[in-house]
């Protein structure tokens, strides 16, 4: 069997596996505009670019119907299942999915509707054809009513399958003469809504069937779509605008007036109550219990045909179309606003009291937000000589303050602006802060220092001068705070100072945010610090802050700090701070938001005085390098599903194996690899795994978004593989995934065998000393002497029987157990006098090739010429070094305060010795004679660790030695 076949059969058998029962998370919120939503586009990745169909099973894998394939989704890639890796499968052409669900919550069937190939059913591992009476050979729609029946629509017409019998609706039950059906739908009330194409809209319900025209409010008898909404009522779209049904007829929503005339292609009702719209040339509407709005800019979707929507358990909605392949709308924490303007990298965002909110950009000039977008503020713009800004405030006048790279401009309230520049008097152009002063006028802050404007004079504070000025805040004692790129100062009573502090030399002060008990916060190049009485705290790595950037600092009034910062959006609550001045904790960090939340750019904009603000209404905004970020602290909507977790794959030494039922494997296997995924899509790349192999892994291994587990050169036993994941709000599915296997030893390691050894040992031993004991009676009555030579000898023996069970039989040199002693001393050692230990460990490259093709007494004879090669080798370098045979084809070399750059250089000798050898190896893979892998690892027992920790980092990295190609040596 192919890869490719061996790949999706190990898909299907996993995608029907017992998942995680979840309750359905809230849609879309309502209230947020649509362009304000996480906006996904899957360009690339699907086998065809036409999506007319979407599911989602119980395990939680999206399913997507395409003229290239059926093609399944758990996260990270797409799969595809066509008749190439499918041979049941006539057509790749798929026109329709749909996911039936028992009454536990698991998943039972998809069934699966193709273009010329009829139906399929994916039932455990199998697709299975379904029969259909005569003459029907493709499927368009497929839906189950409340009772369990099967309908579709098909070329032939409309088919109700119940209790496996399938039949044909035709004009004897109420159908329209047999045409084309267009969409198909049920309702909770137990009907069945259908659209035949020209004729209007069939309803059947308990065998009673009506159809709808324009007669009965219908707009256009030329219909596409068909939707129920939260409430259950029955939407349709047609060539002339979508309407409802109720009370016997359709009408129209009044509300959604601007897609009559339209040909609304698709819709679908989410199940917060909203409808949603695909009308041709208008782009994505949603019809709210507040609004109707439509979205005309997403990425991908301009001038196309929306096919299929279907919103999954988390709430996010699939949006699959005509030649743009998939489309995804999430939820997320924060919300980014752009706008049609020259450039959207925001440097500076300020509300007037009471007033706009204005937006400074860097290139786009000033922009303001309305209607839920960033809008030029084109008379502003035509005024300001430079558009890129830097700082914006306003003053008690209500005149509006901009700073940029050409000077100042100060705009009155008529929105006339007044230019300051270097002719004026500034001392710089670059202008970065602004503060309102006690006395009178603008305190400005410039790259060349400080200067206060007054009505039209500039007084420049010319202690300042060349000092790049950041940050300006003026305390109730009018003490005027400078934060410069290079530190902090303080001007009091015309005197310029360090403000009782260091100066943060060295330290660029981005912002001050005073406290009411007269803590002034400061954000800063390397974190937060907080002055109080002239004491200066700094919040650096012990808050998380690893040399990252805050140019804003905002409080939620909810206990918190938020920040901006080149890393993102922070926030950190004040109690973790106060923990840390207690002394009650040592460690605190802050929770980050980037681009998984909602960020178009993970990087916040600031370095100058108002890059982020609090408006009226208690939301944060943060200027970005794409757009402005809005934190709603109040519609911060979760993520509460646990994200069902499924084993995909296991491929042992790269073969697939069946992961619901793997059973015993071997013996001989080196390396298993098994692949999972957490079926959770509102920000797949948030998602973190965790796994352990029970009966191996003494923990668990946090594997962040890997998806991949990795097991070399396992012993042969009895283990079972566990993983658990959490979604992108932390919220861990802690059953997750099992599988249990059995690893079946070589004939050399089976029980029976190591039970003949022992029994062979003790019989021998019981020989020699009963042939002793003989000896030493029949000369004890001659001479005592005699008797005490013997029993000396006796003890020699025993010793010598000793030094026997610590030496391998084959190479001579020491075994595992001797080599495990010789570590847990040498680990006891090395702790005391804090001195490093390494570990190789060596493994022959395709030795049971050698085996097959030289036989084993030959491989016998190879083994013990490697065991003399490597106890030379470790012998002229390392002195001390103990080498042992570790089992099989396998060595270890334990070297006593060896380095890691010692051990490598060691590691390397071996290899090249080895070789060196030339023995030849006529079926290797790697080479024309015999080669080694090493695997390298060194550490300081007295710093942590355990013995095992230093065999896995050894044993890790002889894997990847063995991966990247064998004959070569490579470090942990």
């Known amino acids: 069997?192919?890869?490719?076949?061996?790949?999706?059969?190990?898909?299907?058998?996993?995608?029907?596996?017992?998942?995680?029962?979840?309750?359905?998370?809230?849609?879309?919120?309502?209230?947020?505009?649509?362009?304000?939503?996480?906006?996904?586009?899957?360009?690339?990745?699907?086998?065809?670019?036409?999506?007319?169909?979407?599911?989602?099973?119980?395990?939680?894998?999206?399913?997507?119907?395409?003229?290239?394939?059926?093609?399944?989704?758990?996260?990270?890639?797409?799969?595809?299942?066509?008749?190439?890796?499918?041979?049941?499968?006539?057509?790749?052409?798929?026109?329709?999915?749909?996911?039936?669900?028992?009454?536990?919550?698991?998943?039972?069937?998809?069934?699966?509707?193709?273009?010329?190939?009829?139906?399929?059913?994916?039932?455990?591992?199998?697709?299975?054809?379904?029969?259909?009476?005569?003459?029907?050979?493709?499927?368009?729609?497929?839906?189950?009513?409340?009772?369990?029946?099967?309908?579709?629509?098909?070329?032939?017409?409309?088919?109700?399958?119940?209790?496996?019998?399938?039949?044909?609706?035709?004009?004897?039950?109420?159908?329209?003469?047999?045409?084309?059906?267009?969409?198909?739908?049920?309702?909770?009330?137990?009907?069945?809504?259908?659209?035949?194409?020209?004729?209007?809209?069939?309803?059947?319900?308990?065998?009673?069937?009506?159809?709808?025209?324009?007669?009965?409010?219908?707009?256009?008898?030329?219909?596409?779509?068909?939707?129920?909404?939260?409430?259950?009522?029955?939407?349709?779209?047609?060539?002339?605008?979508?309407?409802?049904?109720?009370?016997?007829?359709?009408?129209?929503?009044?509300?959604?007036?601007?897609?009559?005339?339209?040909?609304?292609?698709?819709?679908?009702?989410?199940?917060?109550?909203?409808?949603?719209?695909?009308?041709?040339?208008?782009?994505?509407?949603?019809?709210?219990?507040?609004?109707?709005?439509?979205?005309?800019?997403?990425?991908?979707?301009?001038?196309?045909?929306?096919?299929?929507?279907?919103?999954?358990?988390?709430?996010?909605?699939?949006?699959?179309?005509?030649?743009?392949?998939?489309?995804?709308?999430s939820s997320s924490k924060l919300v980014t606003v752009t706008g049609e303007m020259a450039s959207n990298a925001v440097r500076t965002v300020y509300q007037m009291p009471g007033g706009p909110l204005w937006i400074g950009t860097d290139g786009g000039g000033l922009a303001r937000y309305l209607d839920d977008t960033l809008q030029p503020a084109t008379d502003y713009n035509r005024q300001l000589p430079s558009q890129l800004l830097r700082a914006i405030v306003s003053d008690a006048d209500g005149q509006l303050w901009v700073g940029g790279t050409e000077g100042v401009t100060r705009f009155d309230r008529h929105g006339k602006a007044r230019n300051f520049g270097i002719d004026d008097g500034l001392p710089g152009t670059i202008v970065f802060a602004f503060e309102p002063a006690r006395e009178g006028g603008m305190w400005t802050g410039t790259l060349q220092g400080v200067?206060?404007?007054?009505?039209?004079?500039?007084?420049?504070?010319?202690?300042?001068?060349?000092?790049?000025?950041?940050?300006?805040?003026?305390?109730?004692?009018?003490?005027?705070?400078?934060?410069?790129?290079?530190?902090?100062?303080?001007?009091?009573?015309?005197?310029?100072?360090?403000?009782?502090?260091?100066?943060?030399?060295?330290?660029?002060?981005?912002?001050?945010?005073?406290?009411?008990?007269?803590?002034?916060?400061?954000?800063?190049?390397?974190?937060?610090?907080?002055?109080?009485?002239?004491?200066?705290?700094?919040?650096?790595?012990?808050?998380?802050?690893?040399?990252?950037?805050?140019?804003?600092?905002?409080?939620?009034?909810?206990?918190?700090?938020?920040?901006?910062?080149?890393?993102?959006?922070?926030?950190?609550?004040?109690?973790?701070?106060?923990?840390?001045?207690?002394?009650?904790?040592?460690?605190?960090?802050?929770?980050?938001?980037?681009?998984?939340?909602?960020?178009?750019?993970?990087q916040g904009n600031g370095a100058s005085q108002t890059p982020a603000t609090r408006s009226d209404d208690g939301r944060l905004w943060f200027g970005t390098a794409k757009g402005v970020v809005v934190a709603d602290l109040d519609r911060m909507q979760g993520n509460p599903q646990p994200p069902p977790v499924a084993i995909e794959r296991m491929l042992v030494d790269g073969m697939d194996v069946d992961p619901r039922a793997p059973g015993r494997l071997g013996p001989g296997v080196e390396r298993l690899e098994l692949q999972f995924a957490a079926m959770s899509y509102v920000a797949p790349s948030a998602v973190r795994y965790r796994y352990r192999l029970e009966g191996f892994d003494r923990n668990w291994n946090e594997a962040g978004n890997t998806r991949t587990a990795f097991y070399t050169n396992l012993p042969p036993g009895d283990y079972e593989f566990r993983v658990m994941a959490s979604n992108n709000d932390g919220v861990w599915n802690e059953d997750g995934a099992r599988l249990p296997f059995t690893l079946q030893p070589r004939w050399h390691q089976t029980w029976w065998l190591r039970t003949l050894a022992v029994l062979a040992a003790l019989c021998l031993l019981t020989a020699l000393v009963r042939l002793r004991l003989h000896a030493a009676r029949q000369r004890e009555l001659a001479l005592t002497r005699e008797v005490a030579q013997r029993t000396e000898a006796l003890k020699e023996a025993n010793a010598q029987l000793r030094r026997i069970a610590t030496i391998d039989a084959l190479t001579g040199i020491a075994n595992r157990g001797e080599f495990n002693r010789r570590l847990l001393q040498a680990w006891d050692d090395h702790a005391g006098r804090d001195a490093p230990l390494a570990v190789l460990l060596v493994d022959v490259d395709d030795f049971k090739a050698y085996n097959d093709s030289y036989g084993h007494l030959q491989g016998d004879t190879a083994l013990a010429t490697v065991a003399n090669a490597l106890t030379e080798a470790t012998a002229t370098t390392a002195g001390t070094g103990l080498v042992a045979r570790y089992g099989g084809e396998e060595f270890a070399v334990l070297l006593p305060d060896h380095d890691a750059d010692a051990a490598l250089a060691l590691a390397a000798d071996l290899v090249a010795a080895i070789q060196a050898l030339a023995m030849p190896h006529r079926a290797s893979r790697v080479a024309d004679s015999i080669s080694v892998s090493v695997g390298a690892a060194s550490m300081r027992p007295a710093r942590g660790g355990t013995p095992d920790d230093l065999l896995h980092a050894a044993d890790g990295a002889l894997y990847r030695a063995k991966a990247e190609g064998r004959n070569r040596a490579l470090p942990a």
């Not at 299975?128 to 189950?144: C, D, K, R, W, Y």
């Not at 707009?219 to 060539?239: E, H, K, M």
């Not at 001068?465 to 410069?484: P, V």
């Open 1 to 329: 069997m192919s890869n490719v076949v061996a790949r999706t059969c190990a898909l299907l058998l996993c995608l029907l596996c017992a998942s995680l029962p979840v309750r359905p998370a809230h849609a879309l919120e309502p209230q947020r505009p649509i362009g304000q939503f996480t906006h996904v586009w899957y360009e690339n990745g699907l086998p065809q670019g036409t999506v007319l169909s979407i599911a989602q099973q119980a395990d939680g894998a999206i399913w997507l119907a395409t003229y290239g394939g059926l093609v399944r989704h758990s996260g990270a890639g797409f799969t595809a299942i066509d008749p190439r890796v499918a041979p049941a499968l006539k057509s790749s052409a798929i026109t329709a999915v749909s996911a039936a669900t028992g009454a536990d919550g698991t998943a039972q069937d998809l069934w699966v509707g193709t273009l010329n190939g009829g139906l399929y059913r994916l039932h455990g591992r199998s697709l299975e054809p379904v029969p259909l009476p005569a003459g029907i050979e493709s499927v368009f729609g497929i839906v189950t009513d409340t009772s369990g029946a099967l309908w579709l629509t098909t070329n032939a017409g409309v088919v109700r399958s119940d209790g496996g019998k399938a039949r044909l609706l035709d004009d004897a039950d109420g159908f329209p003469p047999r045409g084309f059906y267009r969409a198909i739908v049920a309702d909770p009330a137990g009907g069945v809504w259908i659209i035949a194409d020209g004729v209007g809209v069939v309803h059947w319900r308990d065998q009673q069937v009506h159809v709808y025209d324009q007669s009965q409010g219908l707009p256009s008898n030329a219909a596409y779509s068909l939707a129920i909404d939260a409430r259950g009522t029955p939407w349709v779209g047609t060539q002339d605008g979508p309407a409802f049904f109720r009370g016997g007829r359709f009408h129209r929503e009044p509300r959604a007036a601007a897609l009559d005339g339209t040909r609304v292609y698709h819709l679908y009702g989410d199940r917060e109550g909203s409808v949603w719209f695909a009308p041709l040339g208008v782009g994505l509407c949603r019809l709210t219990a507040e609004r109707f709005s439509c979205e005309e800019h997403l990425a991908g979707m301009h001038g196309e045909t929306v096919r299929s929507m279907f919103e999954d358990r988390e709430g996010n909605l699939w949006l699959g179309t005509t030649s743009s392949g998939l489309h995804r709308l």
């Open 451 to 602: 200067a206060r404007i007054e009505g039209d004079a500039v007084h420049v504070l010319e202690a300042s001068r060349g000092d790049d000025t950041r940050a300006l805040y003026e305390d109730a004692d009018g003490r005027l705070w400078i934060g410069l790129r290079s530190g902090l100062r303080c001007l009091y009573q015309g005197v310029l100072d360090q403000c009782g502090t260091d100066g943060l030399a060295g330290t660029s002060v981005f912002a001050f945010h005073p406290d009411a008990n007269g803590d002034l916060w400061l954000g800063t190049s390397v974190g937060i610090m907080r002055i109080r009485n002239g004491v200066v705290t700094r919040y650096l790595e012990r808050a998380g802050f690893h040399g990252d950037a805050v140019f804003a600092l905002l409080d939620d009034d909810r206990g918190n700090f938020w920040f901006s910062s080149n890393r993102g959006i922070g926030r950190i609550a004040r109690a973790d701070l106060q923990a840390l001045d207690s002394g009650a904790v040592q460690q605190v960090e802050p929770r980050w938001f980037g681009t998984a939340d909602g960020m178009l750019n993970a």
